[in-house]
Structure formats: structure tokens, C-alpha cells
């Protein structure tokens, strides 16, 4: 599964970008600061970073000299429209330009064309037993479609794109429902056993004691 980090200090808009990528397959991380956006590229691999350049404390510039030795490919995304601004950023090495505002359906594929290039779009994975086309957003099993939610669909990616880390449930409950996690929700849990019971993933997806739920597989 493709990984992107949205560096994107305008909550709402970072929040679009990732919904919209999401709902083709991709799974994203959002720093809403040039620094925050820096020790999230310490601690995980990311294969593109759509990255705005007027971010508070560490500006986009400057999380590009940090991301060069990283070989990782970036989207510039920004308000600065003037040829010198997009000329500095392509020499700084950015793979693409994107000026703000801008269409859903242009980034999208933009974000799909830079990938193609770096040979990244792969939109089939095979684990524990499933076959996940995240294009078609379908998922099979011994060659029988199951029929999932698109919460419990998104809940699949986001365990597969985490697979043997522990997820506490208020991470899972923003990363699914977008909002504050409300600690006597039962919504997490519900979610969990049923998807668990769709997939047979019942000793796969497994319960954490007072934290959350952890996907364990060799693969």
C-alpha cells in the first residue's frame, strides 16, 4: 500500500486531501508543521509527501533539504504562484508543482503520474489469505468477493498499513471517523468483530488490554 505524508498547516484542507486520497486506495499521514513534518520522516517511510512551502517553525524549503538524501519524491503544494517560486522549488528537486487552490482530480493525478514514474502504483496486495485490489476497493478470498463496509474497508487498510503495531482505539476512531475519540465508544470495538468475522481474521486481529487492537502476521 502506497504511503503519502500531507504537509499541510490548513487543517481543512490537509483533511480533504487525505479523504479523497484515501478513497483511492492510498493511506496518508498529515504534519500540520514543517518540524512535526520532519521527525514523522525519522520514524516511517513514506513513498511520496505532498508538501506546502509557507508551514509555521520549518518552512517547506527547508523539509525539502531535510527530504533529498531520503529519495523520497515530493509534490509542492502552495499559494506561491510566480515562476521564481515554482523554479526554486523544482531545483530544490521536487518532482511536481501544484498551486493552490486547485482541483481534487488534478492532484489526484498528478500524485498518480509521479508514482507511475518512480514505479510505485501497485494497487494489489495479497495478505493473510485476502487479495485487496485498493483501485476497485474490493477484497477476495479463495477467489469469493467479501462485501465490506467503507468503514470496515478503511479499517482493513489501516490494520494492513500497520500490520504488528499495536493501534490505540483513539487513533483508530481519528484515522476512521475523523473526530475526537469518545473513551466509553463502543464504535471501535463493534467495528473490529465484525470485520474480524467477514475476513476469518479472528486470531489475526488481535486485542490489546486497555489500548487497542493489533493486526499479527508473518508477511
Known sequence: MIRILIVEDEKPISDLIR?????????????????????????????????????????????MEYVKPLEVPVIFLTAKASVDDRVKGLKLGADDYLVKPF???????????????????????????LIIDTKARTVKKENLEILLTNKEYELLILFVNNKNIAL??????????????????????????????????????IAIYKVGYRLEINQ
Open 19 to 63: 479523504m479523497n486520497l484515501f478513497e483511492v486506495g492510498y493511506f496518508c499521514d498529515c504534519a500540520f508543521d514543517g518540524m512535526t513534518a520532519v521527525n514523522m520522516l525519522d520514524e516511517n517511510k513514506y513513498d511520496l509527501i505532498l508538501l506546502d512551502i509557507l508551514l509555521p517553525e520549518v518552512d517547506g524549503y527547508e523539509v
Open 103 to 129: 482541483e481534487i482530480i488534478e492532484l489526484l493525478a498528478r500524485v498518480e503520474a509521479v508514482l507511475r514514474r518512480y514505479n510505485l502504483n501497485q494497487s494489489i496486495i495479497e495478505i493473510g489469505g
Open 168 to 205: 490505540f482505539r483513539n487513533k483508530i476512531y481519528e484515522k476512521i471517523w475523523g473526530g475526537d475519540y469518545m473513551g466509553d465508544s463502543r464504535t471501535v470495538d463493534l467495528h473490529v468483530q465484525r470485520l474480524r468475522k467477514k475476513l476469518g481474521w479472528e486470531q489475526l486481529i
